[in-house]
């Protein structure tokens, strides 16, 4: 809930300044008074976290762009010139590149806790919405990010996802052009991702000032599910949650700082440490950890979708697997409104919790699904045969080979008035992309099926009256409610 | 009918969650190892040890800088803390036995009396010259295949270390079912199992002035801690550092729980 303005200025100055820019009344009411529910778990304290990253991200960044050149002909090199002769430079890029992924592994926490405990429910629908652009942003930049090293993933993965665009019937190739600033990936799309990857880390942080002046508006969700009642739900932001959000800060920070400095690489791919070279097409392109269940969902449908029994083919399978990457971003707006139920909390719910932690294996086996290579064969039952069959003397006679070839060469060799065929017995293959397509039906299942259908047809466990309730229930086992 | 699970794929996915790029199916390279006394600059406290470094910079320098460049690293880096340990003098020698574009004189003239380009002894600051003056050249000296710069190659493969010295060790007569291509070479370690590069390590192909026996596995383990070093010739002082960091944190991490401890105190939460 919006609060009353608790700000006293305590000197003269401070009575100044409040009477012609109330800043110190915004600070102190946003960020020190704020009553925030007492019952907040440690998921909730990835919201300062994720800020953190930003700003993390943002100073280390402007430092790197002091040294770093977006001239094709001398990325790779200026890169190396940060790693070894700039003072600290190793330090500043490990610190970003890490952040980057230490950034989408707080949000995806960070979403997946506004998931379990309902947070995009009415009244922070927006708030909720406002959260999905920021995350679409951060995959911008940090794909934009990825170019710059100008390494054969950069390279490589810059060609692939603008490629995507071309799927889109007549007008997805010009929009190609224009965004790599010619026909292939170049010097031009490098100058102007250089550009774009500056310029979007501060859009961010204008969506996340919203972001957070929405939560302002309707207060903190909490484990409970349940809205605030009164001041006896709540606790002044600081020095409770500062301290909380400082401790699990540095937790996230060992973490964090334990790949800095004994794993920089180990989230990156070993091909970005060699020079883009637009001749050579790497064995695997794959995109940085955090995009692959959406690079799965994009390659696991291949199929076109046409008028049956026609050759009419109305959508065909590349722009059909880029509809579905956008609608799988899409979707996540809608969620508010997808989920019928009115209870907020999944303690409280107990035939959608299991759907939840379903769809977090949905999510991980996507993200399997996106880093291996799309043939790959899971299960196979049988062995490929390759058959001859004909007739001789009347009995029909098949014989077995392990190849093609081999067969189409034996029967090459048999008498001219043998007449015979060729049969292909081939094994039963459950690949990758088979896999990946059963997860993407999941994965939007779990968002037009069961959201809808679970909030329906459930019937939810009883929820304590308030906050309070809740946490003396938590706390202690007997004293009756105070109210 | 048989049903063959690929049990041995899934398993291996998770294998190579952690172990990124292990190939085990049959027929596919063998996986590469670590030499028997493994590397000084893993674990949590690596380092490197400047005598290895100085004979992998012999190695580096006698054999395989005939075909390999070294674009990144500068003769001055020689002398870098954390590096090698060579003593500015040192450097000095090494940096003059290589040549280096130079010019124009103070006529504007960039060519000598033959025709051929002004070129002087390197100085430290200089980075090492690639042996060839363009792909062509060094295609065409190399069967076509293109010998990439060695600067960052331990970071540029998989298991870069590992594979570095296993390739090195690991060249092979071609078994017999193998049906070899035109100069190509033998090596379960290489991707495709035929390798453009000849074996370069051959027992004794260097003299290493402190006596040390030059086996060719002596010999991979330096070279490969000498290119461990060029491609992170940050590796101590960035270990030495994340120590540091990583007790503060903890001891912040303590300082801050005691402290949210004390101001939850009195509060049901
Ligand atoms: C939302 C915040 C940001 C994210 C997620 C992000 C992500 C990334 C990623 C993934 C890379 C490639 C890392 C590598 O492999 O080297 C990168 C590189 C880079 N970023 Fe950012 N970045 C962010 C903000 C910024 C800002 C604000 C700047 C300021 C100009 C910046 C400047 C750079 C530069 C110069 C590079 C190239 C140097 C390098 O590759 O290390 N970044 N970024």
């Known amino acids: 809930m919006a609060h009353e303005s608790t700000y006293q200025p305590k000197s003269g100055f401070e009575r100044w300044l409040d009477a012609r820019l109330p800043v110190m009344r915004l600070m102190h009411d946003s960020f020190s008074a704020f009553p925030t529910p007492k019952n907040l778990n440690y998921w909730w304290t990835f919201g300062g976290i994720l800020t953190f990253c930003l700003v993390v991200q943002i100073v280390t960044g402007i430092t790197l762009a002091m040294h770093y050149t977006s001239d094709a002909s001398i990325a790779f090199g200026s890169v190396e010139h940060i790693m070894r002769d700039v003072n600290f430079g190793w330090l500043i890029r490990y610190i970003h590149a890490v952040g980057s992924s230490m950034f ?9 806790r506004g998931l379990y ?4 429910k009415e009244p922070r629908e927006l708030l909720w919405m406002l959260g999905v652009i920021i995350f679409i942003l951060m995959m911008a930049t940090a794909f934009l990010g990825y170019v710059l090293p100008w390494g054969q993933m950069s390279f490589w993965a810059a060609t692939v996802i ?23 990936v170049g010097n031009p799309t490098l100058t102007r991702f250089f550009s774009l990857h500056y310029l979007l880390p501060f859009v961010i942080f204008g969506v996340v000032l919203l972001h957070v002046w929405a939560l302002h508006v309707t207060g903190n969700n909490n484990p409970a599910g349940i809205e605030v009642k009164g001041p006896q739900d709540t606790i002044p932001f600081n020095p409770y949650y500062t301290v909380k959000d ?26 970005n440490y060699i020079p883009a070279d637009p001749l050579v097409t790497p064995a695997h392109i794959v995109p940085e950890w955090y995009l692959l269940p959406y690079y799965a969902i994009l390659r696991s449908i291949t199929f076109d979708i046409g008028i049956p029994f026609t050759d009419i083919v109305l959508i065909e399978a590349k722009l059909l697997g880029v509809i579905a990457l956008a609608a799988s971003i899409i979707v996540l707006f809608l969620l508010p409104w997808l989920d019928t139920s009115k209870v907020k909390s999944l303690r409280y719910r107990p035939m959608m919790k299991p759907f939840f932690f379903l769809f977090i294996v949905v ?38 080979f392990p190849t093609a070839d081999d067969r189409d060469a034996f029967i090459e060799m048999l008498n001219e008035d043998v007449e015979a065929s060729a049969v ?44 309070e309730e809740a946490v003396l229930k938590g706390a202690k086992p007997a004293p009756a409610p105070a109210e | 009918m048989s049903l063959t699970i690929r049990t041995g794929t899934i398993i291996g996915a998770f294998v190579m969650a952690l172990n990124a790029g292990a190939a085990m199916a049959a027929g596919e390279a063998e996986r590469p190892h670590a030499p028997q006394e493994g590397w000084s600059f893993s674990g949590i406290f690596g380092h490197y040890e400047e005598t290895t470094l100085q004979r992998g910079f012999l190695v580096y320098e006698s054999v395989c800088a005939g075909c390999h460049a070294l674009e990144y690293v500068a003769f001055r880096n020689l002398a870098d803390p954390g590096g090698p340990g060579f003593t500015l003098d040192q450097v000095r020698a090494i940096a003059a036995n290589y040549r280096v574009p130079a010019g124009p004189d103070e006529f504007g003239d960039t060519l000598d009396e033959n025709g051929l380009p002004f070129v002087r002894p390197a100085i430290p600051a200089n980075y090492f010259p690639s042996p060839y003056d363009n792909e062509q050249q060094a295609r065409a000296r190399n069967w076509g295949a293109l010998p990439p710069d060695l600067s960052l190659i331990t970071k540029a493969r998989v298991n870069g270390a590992n594979y570095l010295y296993s390739l090195l060790t690991g060249y092979e007569d071609a078994p017999e079912y193998v049906e070899m291509g035109e100069n190509m070479n033998y090596n379960p370690f290489f991707p495709g199992q035929q390798i453009a590069m000849v074996q370069p390590l051959y027992e004794g192909s260097v003299e290493y002035p402190d006596g040390t026996e030059a086996t060719v596995e002596q010999m991979a383990y330096d070279v490969t801690n000498f290119l461990m070093w060029t491609a992170e010739p940050k590796l101590e ?16 991490a303590a300082l801050l729980y005691w402290s949210y401890r004390q101001v939850w105190r009195d509060v049901d939460h």
């Open chain 1, 363 to 400: 999510c991980v086996g996507l993200g399997w699904v996106g880093a291996e290579s799309p043939d790959k064969v899971l299960i196979q039952i049988g062995e490929d045969q390759y058959r001859a069959e004909y007739v001789v003397e009347g009995e029909p006679v098949a014989q077995v």
């Open chain 1, 104 to 112: 989408f592994l707080a949000v995806y926490i960070h979403i997946f």
């Open chain 1, 246 to 271: 400082a401790f699990a800060l540095v937790l996230f920070l060992l973490v964090y700082m334990a790949f800095v400095f004994y794993a920089p690489n180990a989230l990156g791919h070993p091909d």
């Open chain 1, 162 to 184: 603008t490629n995507i665009f071309t799927a889109i019937p007549v007008i997805g190739t010009p929009i190609q052009e224009w965004l790599v600033g010619g026909f292939a």
């Open chain 1, 117 to 120: 405990y309902g947070s995009y």
């Open chain 2, 237 to 252: 002082k960035r270990k030495r550092m994340g120590f540091q960091v990583m007790a503060f944190l903890f001891v912040l």
């Open chain 1, 424 to 467: 292909d017995a081939l094994a039963f293959r459950f690949q990758m992309v088979h896999l990946g397509l059963i997860l993407t039906v999941a994965y939007f299942a779990h968002f037009l099926l069961v959201l809808p259908i679970v909030g329906v047809i459930e019937t939810p466990r009883s929820r304590p009256a308030s906050i």
